[in-house]
């Protein structure tokens, strides 16, 4: 009896905790979330969302952060499109052409979980030595860039995971079919794993389009919207950062503005990637 009641005062001990610390985490999400909209819906307009910065935009003036949105789309969505042309190869040749013992794949796998806990600003010093020895200006190329190093460890390491729960068997009846390890890896591996593949895309995009440190010596700045690769760009982070670093408090309440276009964004990227994963897991064999 003395064994069984320690044993419920355990469960009951590690069972509170848990729930403690997940009620801790959403109250943190949430009053993050409030602060931000409670701050920022005041100063948010059509013509915020629809402008570009005018002159004296900085100084409490009109327009908006037009540039920064489609800035920020187009930083994001280009360096996802990078990362993505190196992480798919990656992973399935660490799934698929190699043993599963195998001392490059343990080391490959060792590597990018290294690269995943590199501070963003490092990859923001990289980035910039990069551009400098291949002759680039600050630009939507060298921001892209940059951020593509930033979210390639991170895309690659959720596809190699998705792809390494296709089931086994399944790989081995496609085999048996006479299929070559590229057929097998393209129209079963990938298609198995599609709906994880799916979800770090999602992923690293949102992480892509929140991050300012990786872009800040790379991307440069501009007020205007890029028409080319080789002009600068701005980004809702830095846009946000520049605003708080006024003293007018006009424009430090257009940063919470911002800072809440940019939450909402992310939201939503994160609600969709687990929408679209929800759906597609239906055609997956398990």
């Given amino acids: 009896m003395k064994r069984f ?10 069972k509170s905790l848990m729930l403690t610390t997940t009620v801790l985490v959403a109250c943190c999400a949430l009053f993050i979330v409030g602060v931000i909209t409670q701050k920022g819906l ?7 969302l ?26 994001a969505g280009g360096a996802t499109a990078i990362a993505l042309s190196i992480s798919i190869p990656i992973a399935i040749y660490l799934n698929v052409y190699t043993k599963k013992n195998s001392w490059l794949a343990h080391l490959t796998r060792t590597s990018l979980d290294v690269m995943c806990g590199i501070p963003s600003i490092v990859y923001g010093a990289f980035g910039f030595t990069l551009m400098l020895t291949l002759g680039l200006r600050t630009s939507l190329l060298a921001g892209m860039i ?11 390491r959720g596809i190699d ?20 390890r590229s057929e097998t890896a393209l129209k079963v591996v990938l298609r198995q794993g599609f709906p994880g593949l799916l979800s770090a895309v999602l992923m690293a995009f949102g992480r892509g389009i929140g991050d300012s440190a990786s872009v800040l010596f790379t991307a440069g700045f501009s007020d205007a919207v890029p028409t080319s690769l080789s002009q600068p760009v701005a980004t809702l982070p830095l846009a946000i950062f520049f605003q ?22 992310i939201l939503f990227i994160s609600l969709l990637a687990r929408l679209l994963v929800r759906k ?7």
Avoid: W
């Fill in 50 to 75: 629809t402008q570009t910065p005018k002159g004296g935009f900085y100084l409490g003036k009109e327009g908006g952060i037009l540039n920064a949105i489609v800035g920020s789309l187009l930083l």
């Fill in 42 to 48: 005041s100063s948010l307009s059509f013509e915020m």
């Fill in 146 to 156: 940059t951020v593509a190093c930033l979210i390639l460890p991170i895309l690659c």
């Fill in 5 to 14: 009641d320690l044993r419920n005062a355990e469960e009951f001990f590690f």
């Fill in 280 to 286: 597609l897991h239906r055609h997956v064999i398990k």
């Fill in 244 to 265: 708080l670093g006024t003293p007018f408090p006009e424009v430090r309440s257009r940063a919470y503005a911002s800072a809440f276009v940019l939450t909402v964004m």
């Fill in 161 to 180: 995971e998705s792809l390494r729960m296709t089931p086994k068997e399944m790989i081995h009846a496609s085999y048996s079919l006479g299929a070559t």
